[in-house]
C-alpha cells in the first residue's frame, strides 16, 4: 500500500453518493469478531486483500435502488430488498434473513436484528422533513424487522444522518440520540469491547454503540477506526456508525473512498452514487 496522506480529503460535495455505509461494512468485514487492539485508538491497517462489502452494503443498496424508484406507481420495497439479496446470496446474511432471501413468497418476520439500522442510511436523502424520515424509514424496515425495536433502530439512525445533513449541531444530535437510547450515557470502550461472541446482534445493544461512536469521534475516519477498535459485530457497527459521520464531517480521506469503491461491483456503485 502507498504511503498515505491523511490530509488528502474528499467532501460529500466532489462525488455523487453515499458511501458511508459501504465503506463500514468493507473495513470492518477484516476484523469482525477477531479481538481488537487494547487502545480505542485503532491504528490497525483498514483494508486488507481479503475486505469485502457483505449483507450490509447488499441490503443497504436494495433499500436505496427502493428509493430511487419509489414514486413508481409498482414500486414495492420488499421486491427491491429480495431483488438484490438474491443476487448476492452468499453476502453473509444471518439465519432468519437467508430464510427471508431464499423465499419465494417472503414476509416480515417480527425481528429486532441490528440488519434494521445497516440499511436505513439512504432514507435520509430523500427525505423531506422528518415525519417524512420516521415514515421512509418504516416503511424499508418493515419489509423484514418489523418488531417495535427493529423499528426503533431505523429511525433512530436515519434522524440522525438527517439531522447530520441538514446542518445539526453534535449536541443536538446527541439529545436526540440520548432521549430514545439513555443507556448511551452509560457506555464506555471497555465495556463496549468485552463481548466477543455472537448473539447480540440486535438493535438494542448495536445501535446504541454505533451512535455512541459517533459521538465520540472527530472525523469520519475515527469513526471508523472507533467501530473496528470496538469489534465484535463491528463491519455492522460500522455500517451504521459511519453514515452519521459521513452526514455530519462531509469529508473522507480519498485513500479510504478508493480502497472501498475499487472493491465493489459496478451496479453497486452506479446506484450508491444515484442517490443525490
Not at 184 to 191: A, C
Request: hydrophobic share 35%.
Amino acid at each position: 500500500m502507498k504511503e498515505l496522506d491523511y490530509k488528502e480529503m474528499v467532501s460529500m460535495s466532489e462525488y455523487r453518493g453515499t458511501l458511508g455505509a459501504a465503506i463500514g461494512d468493507i473495513a470492518g468485514s477484516f476484523y469482525e469478531f477477531q479481538r481488537g487492539p487494547k487502545s480505542e485508538k485503532a491504528t490497525a491497517e483498514l483494508f486488507f486483500p481479503s475486505s469485502c462489502f457483505t449483507d450490509d452494503t447488499v441490503c443497504t443498496v436494495g433499500v436505496a435502488d427502493y428509493l430511487l424508484h419509489r414514486n413508481d406507481a409498482k414500486a414495492d420495497p420488499s421486491d427491491y430488498l429480495h431483488r438484490w439479496t438474491r443476487k448476492y446470496m452468499n453476502a453473509g446474511y444471518g439465519g432468519r434473513m437467508l430464510h427471508w432471501v431464499l423465499s419465494d413468497n417472503p414476509k416480515p418476520y417480527n425481528s429486532f436484528g441490528n440488519g434494521a439500522a445497516m440499511r436505513v442510511s439512504p432514507v435520509a436523502y430523500f427525505a423531506k422533513s422528518e415525519e417524512d424520515v420516521y415514515a421512509l424509514s418504516d416503511i424499508v424496515t418493515a419489509t423484514t424487522h418489523n418488531h417495535p425495536e427493529g423499528l426503533k433502530g431505523g429511525r433512530v439512525i436515519s434522524m440522525c444522518i438527517y439531522k447530520a445533513l441538514h446542518g445539526a449541531t453534535r449536541s443536538e444530535i446527541a439529545k436526540y440520540a440520548i432521549s430514545e437510547y439513555p443507556e448511551i450515557e452509560k457506555l464506555n470502550y471497555d465495556q463496549m469491547r468485552a463481548y466477543l461472541g455472537h448473539g447480540e446482534e440486535i438493535c438494542q445493544v448495536t445501535v446504541p454503540q454505533a451512535l455512541w461512536a459517533f459521538l465520540h469521534s472527530d472525523s469520519f475516519e475515527d469513526c471508523l477506526r472507533l467501530c473496528i477498535a470496538i469489534r465484535w459485530d463491528c463491519d455492522t457497527l460500522a455500517a451504521i456508525a459511519c453514515p452519521i459521520a459521513e452526514a455530519f464531517y462531509k469529508e473522507i480521506p480519498t485513500y479510504i473512498i478508493d480502497e472501498a469503491t475499487k472493491r465493489l461491483p459496478d451496479e453497486i456503485k452506479e446506484v450508491l452514487y444515484a442517490i443525490r
